[in-house]
Structures are given as structure tokens and as C-alpha cells.
């Protein structure tokens, strides 16, 4: 298949479409072009997670206890590493890596998320804003791991490129 016709499914996704209002697209507004080229940050899903890791920093500077400390560690570790599995899985030219890393990504959406309502439950109720922002960054994910499984399922069906 002609980089064409990968580089047209692609435009089509409501993943990187800013005009689409499903999970994972951004708003012409927010959108950010260099000409016509889009990068991860157009991603709903990657927005979501670097809001994330901004209210998991300010919350370990301003709710640290030592108590919590290894939580906090732990969050801030799990938390960061969505933001950058995303931007590394947009960056992955073959189909199935790209999944895998935001598969990966998702794990670590869900540990972060754990352990926010974990914090939670300790009585750490400022922990509940980016628990939420958390809980939905993990179903934007499933909608663009979904959406990409999709996208390679065509792909297959229309095999390899002719010579």
C-alpha cells in the first residue's frame, strides 16, 4: 500500500481530525499545525495526560506527607510516563508498535488512577479533580487504541503495497 492512501486512512481518523467531536480529536481551536502537519499534541488523549502530570506535580508539592511519600513517588513515575508513551507510540511509524505503546500508556493511566483513589480513600480529597481528569484520559485511550486496531485491520485486509 502507497504512503498515500496510509497517510489518507490517517487523515480520516477522528483521532487527528481537529473538526471531529469523538474521544481523541482536538478542537481547531486548540489545534496545533506547522503548515498542515499535525503533531501528538492534537491528540485528546495526550492533552488529557499532560494536564494530568501538571495536577500530579502541584498535588506532591502542595499535599506531601510522609506518609504518602512512596504513593506520591510512584504517581508522579506512572503519571509521566502515559504523557511520554503517547507521544513516543504518535512518533512509531508501524501500526502495531504504535498500539503498543499506548496500550502501555493505558497501564499506566490505570496505575495512576489506582492510586489516585487510593490517596482518596486516605482522606487526600484534593486527589479527586485529577483522579476524574485520569478516569477520562483512560477512556480516551481505549477509544484511540480501538480506533488505531481498526485502522491496522484495514490496512491488513488490503495487504501489502504492489511492486
Known amino acids: 500500500m502507497g504512503d498515500g492512501l496510509l497517510a489518507s ?5 477522528r483521532f487527528l481530525n481537529p473538526k471531529s467531536k469523538g474521544c481523541g480529536g482536538a478542537s481547531s481551536q486548540e489545534s496545533t499545525e506547522i503548515g498542515s502537519m499535525r503533531d501528538h499534541t492534537n491528540l485528546i488523549a495526550w492533552r488529557l495526560a499532560k494536564r494530568v502530570v501538571k495536577e500530579v506535580v502541584t498535588l506532591c508539592e502542595c499535599r506531601w506527607r510522609p506518609s504518602f511519600s512512596a504513593m506520591y513517588g510512584q504517581l508522579k513515575r506512572s503519571s509521566l510516563s502515559v504523557q511520554l508513551n503517547i507521544t513516543e507510540g504518535y512518533g512509531l511509524k508501524e501500526p502495531r508498535q504504535k498500539i503498543r505503546h499506548y496500550r502501555i500508556a493505558y497501564g499506566s493511566c490505570l496505575e495512576s488512577a489506582d492510586v489516585l483513589e487510593l490517596l482518596v480513600e486516605l482522606g487526600e480529597s484534593a486527589a479527586e479533580p485529577t483522579n476524574a481528569t485520569c478516569r477520562e484520559c483512560c477512556r480516551v485511550l481505549l477509544g484511540l487504541i480501538r480506533r488505531e486496531r481498526k485502522l491496522l ?3 491488513e485486509r488490503l495487504g501489502p503495497p504492489a511492486p
Open 153 to 155: 485491520s484495514s490496512l
Open 9 to 13: 486512512l490517517v487523515a480520516r481518523s
